[in-house]
């Protein structure tokens, strides 16, 4: 395939399955993450499949974003498709216990840093007349939830930044898409609640929760329809999810 694929958060979760989905299909891959020992076993083990290159920074470091994207070797400097993956929960607390580190953290990387990256790359995809951005969001950005809040808002931003962009963008032929995610198993809920592993365990008893290569499968699927093809909004739950607050456990 060849088309070079950019990932955000690329290292766990969503982002890797994503990586490791398309290293399988011969993307041309750009993993980005703020590990460089995962960046780096990732390129050892994938590079058996496909291109890949690595960056290593934080999304929330906006020098670090536009000298990374800089630096791209010219051999990856033309991107296809950005996936703005990079993202996470920090605390759920209700709104007068929240933690200000944990709410700056979620705004700067949620919503900042999707807006850093894109903002670098968009340039190029704009003169080239082409391109596809896919933002994951999550269904709390479409259904607030008690103790939500905060993260919840930085997905509703990234649900408003995702419709900004389609529109502002239409006029240079880039497709703009979110996909947004229930209930997946990952690391998620062990930042979420800061190393508590059996709290975070629990999220995912009882049913059978969506995995990081659902994900991974599901934005090849949407980035491999026709050019004529925009899923501009695509919302998945387990089977078991209903909505936030009503999942059916055994
Ligand atoms: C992850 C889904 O319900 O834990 O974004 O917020 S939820």
Not at 11 to 34: D, M, V
Not at 100 to 110: F, G, K, Q, T, Y
Not at 133 to 152: D, F, L, M, Q, R
Not at 187 to 209: H, I, L, M
Request: net charge neutral; glycine share 6%; proline share 3%.
């Amino acid at each position: 395939m060849d088309l070079t694929v950019f990932i955000t958060g690329a290292t766990s979760g969503i982002g890797k399955a994503t990586a490791e989905f398309l290293a399988k299909h011969n993307y041309r891959l750009i993993l980005c993450g703020r590990n460089q020992d995962r960046l780096k076993e990732l390129k050892q083990t994938l590079g058996k499949q496909t291109a890949i290159t690595t960056l290593q920074f934080d999304v929330r470091d906006k020098e670090a974003v536009f000298s990374a994207i800089e630096s791209l070797p010219e051999n990856f400097r033309d991107i296809d498709v950005l996936i703005n993956n990079a993202g996470n929960a920090h605390g759920m607390s209700s709104i007068q216990d929240g933690d200000i580190n944990d709410w700056d953290a979620m705004l700067d990387i949620n919503v900042k840093g999707l807006l850093y990256v894109s903002r670098a790359i968009l340039p190029k995809m704009i003169e080239k007349n082409t391109g596809f951005i896919v933002n994951i969001g999550s269904t709390a950005g479409k259904e607030v939830y008690p103790k939500g809040n905060v993260y919840c808002a930085s997905k509703s931003a990234v649900e408003a930044i995702n419709k900004g962009m389609r529109m502002d963008l239409n006029q240079y032929n880039i497709r703009v898409s979110a996909i947004h995610p229930g209930l997946v198993e990952t690391a998620f809920s062990d930042v979420r609640f800061k190393g508590d592993t059996e709290r975070a365990r629990k999220v995912y008893q009882g049913y059978k929760a969506l995995q990081p290569e659902d994900i991974a499968e599901i934005i090849h699927f949407v980035i491999t329809r026709p050019y004529h093809i925009n899923i501009e909004d695509l919302v998945v739950f387990p089977s078991a999810q209903a909505s936030a607050t009503i999942i059916n456990k055994k």
